[in-house]
């Protein structure tokens, strides 16, 4: 997709680089290779969210970013906002429930002794 005259971003946001998630927004944290575009504060993204058999892709804005001692870029993503079309509805659905999964995920981690 091009946004002006640079390429917007494809970014995946599977289990391993999500940090937060809520409904309209998120931290991720990537590695980005050789090559990748550079991320900047204020660059329109697409984010790749996959959910069952399902892939998600949501328009956001990067944010902040943050390179890491480790070599993982460290971001924060707000997506544009959902609008009242069934597509929008059926959106902020979707990430409702993958909020939740995710709530869950960390108490059963937390109880477990794992989060940290």
């Known amino acids: 997709m091009i946004d002006g005259d640079r390429a917007v971003p494809m970014i ?11 409904v309209g927004e998120m931290n ?12 900047v ?7 790749e969210i996959p959910w069952g058999e399902e892939v998600m892709i949501l328009d956001g804005r990067a944010r902040h970013t943050r390179k890491l001692a480790n070599g993982e870029l460290r971001m924060g993503v707000q997506f544009r906002k959902l609008d009242g079309t069934i597509e929008g509805r059926r959106i902020s659905a979707v990430l409702t429930q993958i909020v939740g999964h995710f709530q869950r995920y960390e108490i059963r981690r937390t109880r477990l002794g794992l989060a940290g």
């Open 12 to 22: 995946p946001a599977d289990e391993e680089a999500l940090r937060d998630l809520s």
């Open 41 to 47: 504060p204020e660059q329109r993204l697409r984010i």
């Open 28 to 39: 991720i944290a990537i590695r980005p290779t050789p090559g990748d575009t550079r991320i």
